[in-house]
């Protein structure tokens, strides 16, 4: 039941977190990656049928505010980093793919 | 040619009504000028921590109660990632596993017939910004301009189990869903606003089979019409293809209300994975059982026990005890008139007839209705005591909803008021029995059919101010007896 990555992964996993590997990346991350893996896979000896899942680490519970409107940034502060500012709009190069 | 059953699920996105974002406080406030409703917490600016906004936990419990859902006193947020401009921090903070509301129940009327729609699931979350695309639609679109203002404005998303059956099935339950919470008050359900949005997912399997088919999931769907025409296209479409022997791919499709047609649509988020994770900023939603019971107790009369009560309390039938508790505020509205007038079908009449026709062609809602219910109870007792007549009334109306005058004033101003006098009516008689002897003779030989056309002459010449009930008895003891 060993895993093995292959470079088909390897790219999918990378378009996926939208990095860019180098072709020595390429060439040596399926293996390494095969490896981290085959680490995690000891857990998978564990019996866990009876231990109900840990959702959280800790014991806190989360802590909520009233439902109070606050300043909001001004206008000019929140578009000043923006690389293309359009009418107080960010604007961004089109969203849909272009076919293949 | 085989039968097919159509299988439909829904997703709702409803915003919830709150003054501030679900983590930040930030105005939630509609059409305000582009990115100035925003914070280094809504634009996901690096250090930025997240605290929710309790009125948002008690809005999802409440959509919860009036969906008969089970409320999850545990449940957690979860990051959902995915690259789009909309989305400023790369993952929207939603419920993955643990979502606050489970495994509740719409019931809906289709074709007479009671039907339960499952719901699988009601989860929060926070809405992304919003893009708006350069050029005709997102398909041809040069550019597209990111407002935040909407990003982290509370949301819940309601999923249902794949009951539905058909596209119209489909609408009328969105319709219920509408009611349900706006009646609870959750959301303001604008659909134009995009506060309500609903993605449909389809397949079609051969009939009396299990396997599901393969789906598609369809979204732009901007009104509930536009809902169930997608949804009629989608059958269609699938239909031909199974039935040519071809292959369902599974795909988001894109509706395009001006072609009446569904499109694939290629984006970025396709076959995405989503790579789910606790959010580490934010601990656990713990409920107790106490806070629940609260937030139950608070809820209104819903839609289905308002309407037997209707027909109940007040005999009507059920076709009228669905249209008036269609909105909260029109069952108000009924209400408030029944309790000055007395008789409740005759309102349900009008309000049903003549209020809402007025209302539907001048596209305006019961709440902004220019005349009150205390304004058409004075109107319809004038019609109960005979004061005016049924048709007159109508246009006494039309003239309360124009000018904003009083039923009174205008039945004064105009001499509408009803003429029961006797004497009166005598006067108006003998002249149209002088002036129409064929009609007054065929009567005489027993063919009554002519009273009718009597009754409508002197119903002319007192331009409907004549009584008509009086008249028809003083011609048919004039000529009868």
């Known amino acids: 039941m060993k895993q093995t990555m292959t470079l088909k992964d390897i790219q999918a996993l990378a378009e996926t977190a939208r990095i860019e590997l180098t072709s020595a990346e390429k060439a040596v991350f399926p293996e390494e990656i095969s490896v981290i893996m085959a680490l995690a896979e000891v857990f998978d000896e564990v019996d866990v049928g009876s231990v109900s899942p840990t959702v959280y680490p800790l014991e806190q519970s989360i802590s909520m505010r009233a439902d109070e409107v606050e300043k909001s940034l001004p206008h000019e502060d929140a578009v000043a980093n923006g690389p293309d500012v359009v009418d107080g709009y960010f604007r961004v190069p089109r969203i849909i793919e272009e076919d293949d | ?481």
């Open chain 2, 1 to 481: 040619m085989i039968d097919w059953d159509v299988v439909i699920g829904l997703e709702i996105h409803a915003e919830l009504l709150t003054d501030s974002k679900i983590f930040c406080g930030c105005s939630t406030v509609f059409g305000g000028v582009p990115n100035s409703q925003v914070c280094p917490v809504c634009m996901g600016l690096p250090g930025a921590l997240p605290v929710l906004n309790s009125r948002a936990v008690d809005l999802a419990i409440k959509a919860g109660l009036a969906l008969k859902c089970t409320i999850n006193e545990f449940s957690k947020f979860d990051r959902k990632h995915y690259f789009y401009p909309d989305l400023p921090k790369a993952y929207q903070v939603s419920q993955d596993d643990l979502p606050i509301c489970g495994n509740g129940v719409v019931e809906i009327s289709f074709e007479g017939s009671p039907r339960s729609i499952g719901i699988e699931r009601v989860h929060m979350e926070e809405e992304a910004g919003k893009s708006i695309h350069a050029g005709e639609s997102i398909m041809s679109s040069a550019y597209s301009l990111l407002d935040y203002n909407r990003a982290g404005i509370p949301l819940i998303e309601i999923v249902t189990k794949p009951d539905i059956r058909s596209p119209e099935e489909a609408r009328l339950f969105l319709e219920k869903l509408k009611t349900l919470l706006e009646y609870t008050e959750v959301s303001d359900c604008k659909m134009e606003e995009g506060s309500l949005r609903c993605d449909a997912n389809i397949s079609l399997k051969p009939k009396g089979t299990d396997a599901f088919g393969v789906k598609a999931e369809i979204k732009n769907l901007n009104s509930f019409r536009a809902v169930q025409r997608a949804l009629e296209f989608e059958v269609r479409r699938q239909k031909e293809i199974l039935e040519n022997q071809g292959t369902i791919v599974p795909e988001t499709r894109h509706w395009d209300e001006a072609k009446g047609m569904t499109f694939s649509m290629r984006t970025k988020v396709d076959a995405a994975d989503y790579r789910y994770m606790p959010d580490p900023n934010l601990y656990p939603v713990r409920l107790d059982a106490a806070k629940i019971e609260t937030i139950k107790n608070s809820l209104p009369e819903l839609p289905d026990a308002k309407c037997k009560r209707f027909i109940d309390e007040y005999g009507l039938p059920a076709y009228d005890g669905e249209v008036l508790t269609g909105s909260r505020a029109l069952a108000d509205y009924f209400e408030k008139c029944v309790q000055e007038v007395g008789d409740a079908k005759l309102v349900s009449n009008w309000v049903m007839g003549e209020i809402l026709r007025w209302l539907n062609a001048h596209n305006m809602q019961i709440e902004d209705s220019p005349v009150g219910p205390a304004d058409l109870a004075k109107l319809v007792k004038l019609v109960q005591g005979a004061e005016v007549s049924n048709i007159i009334a109508k246009d006494v109306l039309e003239e309360m909803f124009v000018s904003g005058k009083s039923a009174e004033q205008i039945i004064d101003e105009q001499g509408l008021r009803q003429v029961s006098d006797a004497g009166e009516l005598e006067k108006m008689i003998d002249k149209v029995l002088e002036d129409h002897p064929d009609p007054v003779n065929d009567v005489k030989s027993g063919k009554l059919q002519a009273v009718g056309f009597l009754v409508g002459q002197v119903m002319k010449a007192s331009k409907g101010t004549a009584n008509p009930k009086k008249v028809n008895e003083i011609i048919r003891a004039r000529l009868l007896d």
